[in-house]
């Protein structure tokens, strides 16, 4: 099979964009072209000002300015690119069902199918079809039975599973230097296409090739057994608190067990992000689906337990402001759902959040990426403005800073772990909020000693 030569990405989203953007760099032989219905977003890829991308991840921009326009392009002509690419990928969203059969738990197809029609109806010549997205177990089928149908073109396919595995704020340099990369498919000429041009700049040995079933499959188990860790981490926090025992030192104490590992050991408000929930709950389908009754309650228990842990924050700041937040003033640090990211997708910071607002709390939230729209998107409602009087029971405003978002609150709470929340001056900040005044610290980054040296009640996450 010839090299290839032209690629098309269908979806210019989290994934799409930053893979792409490495591949293009990374393969200047190739050209690369990012596709998306969505013009805005096309339009802001395209955009003059770097810091505008649609994606904000460290060293991004860097990558897209040095192949933009050279060997990397992003384009609404979804049809042309389609027809010229010997390789697509669909990196297309994959949510979860949100009505008809499965709702709640299956992935909703329809953006992967679709796409998948796309691509029959205007590839030219055999063309290798890439999964990039994350799917259910067996999705590959249904794309080849799509693409076997006659074409008028004469257009043959080869479909390849090649799940992702970059997390977002680490984007680039997970896709610079991958754990693995794993592909997925039974055309052994389609699997070494997209070898070679993974091998361009990661070592063979980290380039995984295995049947298609696996390689889907082990997308679902790899996001499940990382979700798992943090739920069994939140869990034993819980019960330090109620101990005297402190989750730092646990989880430092079994994380030096080599077979445990110290990684992704971290306690915090529950994880957030677009994939680990409707990941798990798309293995549990699937377990359902298949008659693994068990196995399937086991894995749904880990979804239950992370929005046990964000209920039991907001009900805990509950309690501790003397059982009622109504009218009060909270100061919430951080929405993103991890740092270095302006993702806000399941972000443990909007059900706190809601949870808080539906007590009455007014919230002023400062987080150094994440839009006021996004914010009003997430939280179902508009925010106030000074005009509107702060004192409307269960409401939100945005503000630029941490001392202006503290000053007259109650408590401070700290839902995202934002480097710049490890050095705030917490005399200045103690000086401008109502006593008694409490910091909430979830992610364990604030320097306590000094918040409670400034005369704040402090609450840390796994601290008895
Ligand atoms: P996203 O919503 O940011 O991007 C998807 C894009 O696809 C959107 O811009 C949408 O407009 C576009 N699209 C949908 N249908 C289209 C069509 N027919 N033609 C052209 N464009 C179309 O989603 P994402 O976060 O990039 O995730 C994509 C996939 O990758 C999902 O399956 C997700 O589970 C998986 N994944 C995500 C991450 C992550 O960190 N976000 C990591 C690994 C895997
Ligand atoms: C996760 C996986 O790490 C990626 O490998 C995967 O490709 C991706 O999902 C996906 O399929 O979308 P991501 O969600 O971007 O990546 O970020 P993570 O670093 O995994 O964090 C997820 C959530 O867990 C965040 O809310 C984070 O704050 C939380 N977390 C993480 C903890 O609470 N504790 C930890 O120790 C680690």
Not at 273 to 295: A, M, P, R, T, W
Request: hydrophobic fraction near 45%; charged fraction near 20%; charge should be negative.
């Amino acid at each position: 099979m010839p090299a290839v030569r032209k690629i098309c990405c269908i979806g210019a989203g989290y994934v799409g964009g930053p893979t792409m953007a490495v591949i293009a760099d990374r393969c200047p032989q190739i050209e690369v072209t990012v596709v998306d219905l969505n013009a805005a977003r096309i339009a802001a890829w395209n955009g003059d000002d770097l810091d505008g991308l649609p994606v904000y991840e460290p060293g991004l921009a860097v990558v897209v300015d040095r192949c933009r326009g050279r060997n990397l392009f992003f384009s609404t002509d979804v049809e042309s690119a389609i027809a010229a690419a010997d390789m697509v990928f669909l990196s297309v969203n994959t949510p979860t069902k949100t009505s008809g059969h499965g709702a709640g738990k299956a992935s909703d197809l329809r953006w992967i199918e679709a796409s998948a029609r796309q691509v029959a109806s205007c590839a030219k010549g055999h063309t290798i079809v890439v999964e990039k997205s994350t799917l259910p177990v067996r999705t590959a089928e249904a794309v080849a039975a799509i693409l076997s149908q006659p074409q008028v073109s004469g257009a043959t396919f080869s479909v390849l599973s090649n799940p992702e595995f970059l997390a977002e704020g680490t984007a680039i340099s997970d896709l610079e230097g991958p754990d693995r990369v794993l592909i997925g498919g039974e055309d052994a000429d389609a699997i070494e296409a997209l070898a070679a041009i993974y091998a361009q700049w990661i070592p063979a040995e980290r380039i995984l090739r295995t049947n298609t079933w696996s390689s889907e499959l082990s997308k679902l188990a790899a996001n499940a057994f990382l979700a798992q860790r943090i739920s069994s981490i939140n869990s034993i926090a819980a019960l330090c608190e109620a101990t005297g025992a402190n989750v730092a030192e646990v989880a430092r104490a079994i994380g030096l067990d080599s077979r445990i590992g110290p990684r992704f050991l971290q306690a915090g408000p529950g994880y957030g992000g677009s994939c680990f929930q409707k990941d798990i709950l798309n293995l549990v389908y699937l377990c359902e689906h298949y008659g693994l009754k068990e196995v399937a309650a086991y894995w749904q228990q880990v979804v239950e337990l992370n929005f046990w842990q964000q209920d039991r924050i907001a009900r805990l700041v509950v309690q501790k402001l003397f059982g009622t937040v109504t009218g009060k003033r909270l100061a919430l640090f951080g929405f993103a759902f991890k740092a270095d990211t302006n993702d806000t997708r399941e972000s443990p910071a909007i059900r706190i959040g809601k949870r808080l607002i539906e007590e009455g709390a007014h919230l002023a939230i400062h987080d150094p990426k994440v839009s006021d729209d996004q914010i009003s998107r997430d939280l179902g409602q508009a925010p106030v403005s000074k005009a509107d009087g702060f004192g409307a029971l269960g409401s939100w405003e945005s503000v630029a800073s941490p001392l202006e978002a503290a000053t007259g609150a109650d408590a401070v709470i700290i839902l995202t772990e934002w480097s710049s929340f490890q050095s705030l001056d917490w005399l200045a900040i103690a000086s401008v909020m109502r006593r008694p005044a409490w910091l909430f610290d979830a992610r364990t980054v604030a320097q306590v000693d000094q918040a409670r040296a400034a005369g704040l009640n402090v609450w840390r996450i796994g601290e008895g």
